[in-house]
């Protein structure tokens, strides 16, 4: 009787040099790094071959002494490339990061031209609005914004108001009342009416019978930061 063959798997082949490189990761940066300096390391050792500095340093030794220099000479043609591969990369990097920085910088400038733009627009719109729009800021409630029906109102030009506040402008008695909308405005969370006569600053004989609108505006924190009134005169 013949023998049953027995099926061995063969042993697996030894994969060839291409197989082996392509399944490097060439795309990782610490790859194509080693890669470079290894080049460079070979490079220098033809460079040292060349031009027969082995040859010279054994020269020197032998005159000298066994000192170890080509060993040394070795390691520091390696290093020297090592180093200089290092710095190439590190140029790199500051390339990109100059090139993105500069993109930064357009990006951010572009950004503030919309702004810009947006303001101006804003501006206009505000300053044409058929009302008196008048924004102060806390703590001191100095107006930071009247518009060009705030100023017909209140009887004063636009120079004169920003910057200050309504107890320096305005009869005391109507900066009493207008302090007293203040604290209501802020107290509030939600927009108040209040409309009664106001004494203007401008020496109008009789006062402004007025319809105003107020809101405290807050930050993140839920403090008043500004106070924006909308008033019409009737």
Request: charged share 25%; aromatic share 6%.
């Amino acid at each position: 009787m013949g023998r049953d063959l027995i099926n061995v798997p063969a042993p697996p082949s030894r994969p060839s040099l291409h197989q082996w490189l392509n399944r490097i990761d060439w795309n990782r940066r610490a790859v194509r790094d080693a890669a470079v300096i290894f080049a460079l390391a070979v490079l220098s050792l033809a460079l040292s071959e060349r031009f027969d500095l082995f040859a010279a340093l054994m020269k020197f030794q032998a005159i000298y002494g066994d000192w170890g220099l080509d060993d040394v000479a070795m390691l520091l043609i390696v290093l020297a490339f090592a180093l200089a591969a290092y710095t190439w990369r590190r140029l790199q990097d500051i390339t990109v990061e100059a090139k993105g920085r500069c993109a930064a910088e357009v990006d951010a400038r572009r950004s503030l031209a919309q702004l810009s733009e947006a303001q101006r627009f804003l501006d206009i719109i505000v300053d044409n609005v058929p009302a008196s729009i008048v924004v102060r800021a806390l703590p001191d409630a100095r107006f930071v914004l009247v518009n060009r029906e705030a100023e017909k109102l209140i009887g004063l030009p636009r120079g004169t108001l920003l910057g200050n506040s309504v107890d320096k402008l305005f009869p005391e008695a109507a900066a009493r009342r207008i302090a007293e909308h203040d604290q209501i405005q802020i107290a509030s969370h939600q927009p108040v009416v209040f409309g009664e006569e106001v004494q203007m600053p401008s020496g109008a004989d009789c006062p402004r019978i007025t319809v105003s609108t107020g809101m405290a505006i807050r930050d993140d924190s839920g403090e008043p930061r500004y106070l924006v009134n909308v008033v019409q005169d009737i």
